[in-house]
């Protein structure tokens, strides 16, 4: 488990990270989501022991980042921004260096290397200088640094920064598959990376925590619920004269006309209204023929710009 308790950090007279609480439990997925500048990775630098937070504190599984330093780094694997920087090394040794580093016993050291190179898809490049492989192969690289200690706790500073389309498709999946052994943080400023990894959004803005909720419940919470669009043949606009007629309508907005004279217009109505129903019959009424239906969805970007603005109002 995870505890920050009321952590800040500053940089002089400049709030970096303020005064922030959670807690993630064991086997979660958790995504650090927030624009540049907002205070990610220094959260994550606290929360690995690798910067001292100004004020609070940071419990890993039980042990103080500040008192316990030792032990509770000892359940940390910390993948930082960025990619490796010993590019004279090849992958093996690379990760051999990192094993040294953490201070895995040596019969243990061997064993763990080949099985998170195994892991992270870098066997057969492992006597590659690391110099030589492409970026989605040197964060694969990183990554294996992180895991080879065999840490509970992964957290992994924006790994699909820099990556095409391929190579993040393939850091998302391994990242998964981690998550079913380990707790995760990772940080990202897309919106729909941590949709589709995280159990739980984080989100961050200017050093303060704006929301903490579910992918899914985040949607929901800024959700247009009760918007829809129909495209429609209404060769006598009467479309014009429903508003009117319909309780509940608050507004139609004509959206496009199509070549094959039919329209689409955004309808929303009142909370209290089931409005796919309301439009069905009051236009089946009116002779109004709907060719298509559909309700609008509130995507995780609707949420973070809603949220993100709601918390800078404040
Ligand atoms: P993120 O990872 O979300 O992009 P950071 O945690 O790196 O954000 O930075 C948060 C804020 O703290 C930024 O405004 C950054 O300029 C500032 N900051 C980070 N590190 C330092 C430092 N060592 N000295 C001064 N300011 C810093
Ligand atoms: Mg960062």
Do not use: W
């Not at 630098?45 to 940071?58: A, K, P, S």
């Not at 589709?196 to 800024?222: F, H, M, S, W, Y």
């Not at 002779?287 to 509130?298: D, G, L, P, Q, V």
Request: glycine share 6%.
């Amino acid at each position: 488990m995870i505890e920050v308790k009321n952590v800040t950090k500053k940089y002089g007279s400049f709030v970096a990270v303020d005064d922030i609480s959670f807690t993630i439990n064991d086997g979660e997925v958790v995504g650090f989501l927030g624009p540049n500048g907002a205070g990610k990775s220094t959260t994550m630098n606290i929360i690995t022991g690798f910067i001292e937070q100004t004020e609070g504190n940071v419990v890993i599984n039980g042990f103080d980042t500040v008192k316990k330093a030792k032990k509770a780094k000892k359940e940390i694997g910390y993948m930082p921004e960025g990619v490796p920087l010993y590019t004279d090394l090849t992958v093996k040794e690379f990760v051999t260096y990192m094993a040294e580093l953490r201070k895995i016993s040596k019969k243990e050291k061997k064993e763990n290397v080949q099985k998170v190179l195994k892991e992270t898809g870098l066997e057969e490049m492992q006597n590659k200088l690391i110099k030589n492989l492409s970026r989605g192969q040197k964060q694969r690289v990183s990554l294996a640094g992180t895991l080879v200690a065999n840490p509970k706790i992964l957290i992994l500073d924006e790994p699909t920064v820099g990556l095409d389309p391929k190579q993040i498709t393939e850091i998302r999946s391994l990242i998964k598959n981690l998550g079913k052994s380990h707790t995760v943080i990772l940080s990202s400023h897309i919106l729909s990376e941590v949709s589709q990894i995280c159990d739980r959004v984080i989100i961050i803005n200017k050093g303060k925590i704006v929301a903490i909720d579910t992918p899914e419940n985040l949607e929901k919470k800024v959700s247009n619920n009760n918007i829809i669009y129909v495209t429609v043949e209404d060769t006598e606009n009467k479309i014009d004269t429903i508003k009117d007629k319909i309780k509940g309508i608050k507004e139609i907005k004509l959206i496009k006309e199509n070549e094959d004279n039919t329209k689409q217009y955004e309808i929303s109505g009142e909370e209290s209204i089931n409005l796919n129903k309301t439009i069905f019959s009051e236009f089946a009424k009116e002779n109004i023929t709907i060719f298509e239906m559909k309700k609008a969805e509130a995507t995780l970007e609707d949420a973070f710009m809603k949220i993100i603005k709601e918390g800078g109002d404040k």
